[in-house]
């Protein structure tokens, strides 16, 4: 169930008996050279679509842009810079929180977003506590990444070994390919496994890492990976998100 294809009233019943609102929250940067630039927003969505359709719950419009500072030497990425994005979700929350939502569960698809989405979350719980007065019942926000659901982390392990690396890896790439397999481009790169290392601005991450990849072999991904590590990623959030609620 997707906000934007409901009408006002539509919401307004659903809101009768529930006030949970899933939202999707990505990038969009590069991913190496066989790796969509939309990689982080394709893979939050599907999966918190799908983890959606099993729970019931609707499914915000995502969130495509994130914290990619640190990608913006190499074309096509794009960047919020952090207060950006706090205003963005804290926006987001509030606005949905006027209609009666309470439990906000974002499922994220990029690992430099999750400093900043916390800081948004504490943001909006310092405004609730400082500012507004009552017994209004206080809002919750959850950040899961996808792929810290459970078992993606062996099923990674399993399929690639030390070739996942920790961006532009084999299995987000899979997943992408899964989800438009005309985008599927495997090839052998050179080295076949990316260095590994710290960074700090953007030159400075190109020229550590210049071909966008880190520690991984994106060059191993492949369709049917990206179904495997879908259904799991699914499956896995599915039981986190009804562990939530229910807690
Ligand atoms: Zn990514």
């Given at each position: 169930m997707l906000l934007h294809l409901q009408t006002w009233p539509d919401v307004e019943r659903y809101l009768?008996?529930?006030?949970?609102i899933i939202i999707p929250i990505g990038s969009t940067e590069q991913h190496g050279p066989n790796g969509l630039i939309g990689t982080d927003a394709?893979?939050?969505?599907?999966?918190?679509r799908a983890v959606g359709d099993r729970v019931g719950s609707l499914v915000a419009p995502t969130i495509p842009v994130g914290m990619a500072q640190h990608h913006l030497a190499f074309a096509g990425s794009m960047s919020l810079r952090p207060s950006t994005l706090i205003a963005v979700?804290?926006?987001?929350?509030?606005?949905?929180?006027?209609?009666?939502f309470r439990r906000f569960y974002f499922v994220n698809g990029h690992g430099g977003n999750i400093a900043t989405?916390?800081?948004a979350f504490s943001e909006i719980y310092a405004e609730a506590s400082l500012v507004k007065t009552g017994n209004q019942p206080a809002l919750q926000c959850r950040l899961r990444n996808w792929w810290q659901a459970d078992g993606i982390a062996s099923l990674s392990r399993e399929l690639y070994g030390n070739a996942e690396g920790s961006h532009a890896t084999p299995s987000?790439?899979?997943?992408?390919?899964?989800?438009?397999?005309?985008?599927?481009?495997?090839?052998?790169?050179?080295?076949e496994i990316a260095?590994?290392?710290d960074f700090s601005d953007a030159a400075d991450y190109r020229r550590r890492f210049p071909?966008?990849?880190?520690?991984?072999?994106?060059?191993?991904a492949s369709v049917e990976a990206g179904k495997r590590l879908m259904e799991v990623a699914v499956a896995g959030l599915v039981e986190d998100y009804r562990r939530w609620i229910a807690a």
């Open positions: 009768a008996g529930n006030d949970s394709l893979c939050a969505e599907a999966v918190a979700v804290k926006d987001g929350v509030f606005s949905l929180a006027r209609h009666g989405v916390q800081a987000e790439v899979s997943l992408t390919w899964h989800l438009h397999p005309e985008a599927a481009r495997p090839m052998r790169l050179e080295p260095p590994t290392g071909d966008g990849r880190i520690g991984s072999n994106p060059g191993l």
